[in-house]
């Protein structure tokens, strides 16, 4: 080979590897990581451009680097200057972006279906579908950080105490916290103690998620509470599912703030109330007092469902605000023609 078919091979052999390389602005490289001063020449001298052909171009190294013409002669075209690589576009391999953290599909909203999961728990074993289908109307799952930790400990008591209320509503009970089964039922002692509760055997099952696999399929993370490893910790998350395995309330609670029991039977009075969507609760209401038309039925129409129709007067002149007597807790509200 001759020399100026060497030269213009190790030229080709230099375009054919910039790709590979980014140039950034003032950056400056060096001849170790392309071309080895003399070692570089000779080997184009002897005709082998292995060593110029397998080298790439490392930036931000200061050196020198040779410049090669066909009409030059190789030694006195090596320049022992430093070089700075024009301004190039930055390239990115899809390697050094970061992949996107896996997201659970299912979101925790208002008439979603609640995912269907294996539930291990201090009262036997199921799926949480199941458990739903052979439930009464209503099933309320809550969520804890941790067992043996205080404010769980109050709340997982007044779930005890307030059991029968939920259970005459048609709502069963059924709580998840991030400890084994065995955790779980010793805990379930102190729990009933503190109480003054006789037994060591909540009335509802609690599901053990040593993993975190249900809390994060749900939602429930709280991403500021963690724990001495820097693990987010559940939230105090909790949700009232229907039949249809739909959401029909969902609370959410920072792990610092306990649940407020008594609310909870409030807003569960409330949803049996206004299921069929032709009454509706004003703020503070409670069983039996006085609740609101819905904006979807008609005046008329409400003089022949409901008893004791008030239309409020307002500086509006509209008459959008009608209360009615509160129908009975145990009849259902439908048309009556």
Not at 10 to 26: G, I, L
Request: one cysteine or more; aromatic letters at 6%; hydrophobic letters at 40%.
């Amino acid at each position: 080979m001759s020399f100026t078919q060497a030269t213009t091979q190790y030229q080709s052999a230099s375009m054919a590897a910039a790709p590979r390389y980014v140039a950034a602005p003032n950056r400056v490289v060096s001849s170790g990581s392309y071309l080895s001063g003399v070692q570089g020449v000779q080997g184009i001298r002897s005709g082998s451009l292995q060593t110029v052909a397998s080298r790439v171009l490392t930036p931000g190294i200061t050196t020198t680097m040779p410049r090669v013409t066909a009409s030059q002669p190789l030694r006195a075209s090596f320049d022992t200057s430093p070089r700075v690589l024009p301004k190039a576009a930055t390239v990115v391999s899809k390697a050094a972006v970061p992949a996107k953290s896996a997201e659970s599909a299912w979101k925790l909203k208002l008439g979603a279906e609640v995912p269907n999961f294996f539930c291990k728990t201090t009262t036997g074993d199921f799926m949480f579908h199941d458990f739903i289908a052979s439930g009464p109307d209503y099933t309320l799952l809550f969520s804890h950080p941790k067992d043996f930790t205080p404010v769980c400990t109050t709340e997982l008591g007044r779930c005890e105490v307030y059991s029968n209320e939920f259970a005459a509503r048609g709502v069963q009970l059924i709580g998840v916290s991030c400890d084994s089964v065995e955790q779980h039922q010793a805990w379930s002692i102190d729990i009933l103690a503190r109480e003054q509760i006789a037994g060591a055997v909540l009335s509802f099952p609690i599901i053990a998620d040593s993993s975190r696999e249900i809390v994060t399929t749900l939602g429930m993370l709280d991403p500021e509470e963690k724990n001495a490893e820097g693990i987010p910790l559940p939230a105090r998350s909790l949700m009232v599912i229907d039949k249809s395995k739909k959401i029909k309330l969902a609370i959410v609670y920072p792990a610092t703030t306990g649940r407020n029991f008594e609310e909870l039977v409030r807003v569960i009075d409330s949803l049996k109330m206004t299921r069929d969507l032709s009454l509706a609760t004003p703020a503070d209401w409670r069983q039996g007092d006085r609740c609101i038309v819905a904006p979807n039925v008609s005046t008329e129409e409400a003089q022949n469902r409901f008893e004791d129709l008030v239309i409020e007067e307002l500086p509006s002149g509209k008459q959008y605000l009608r209360h009615v007597a509160c129908p009975q807790a145990d009849a259902p509200v439908s048309a009556s023609n």
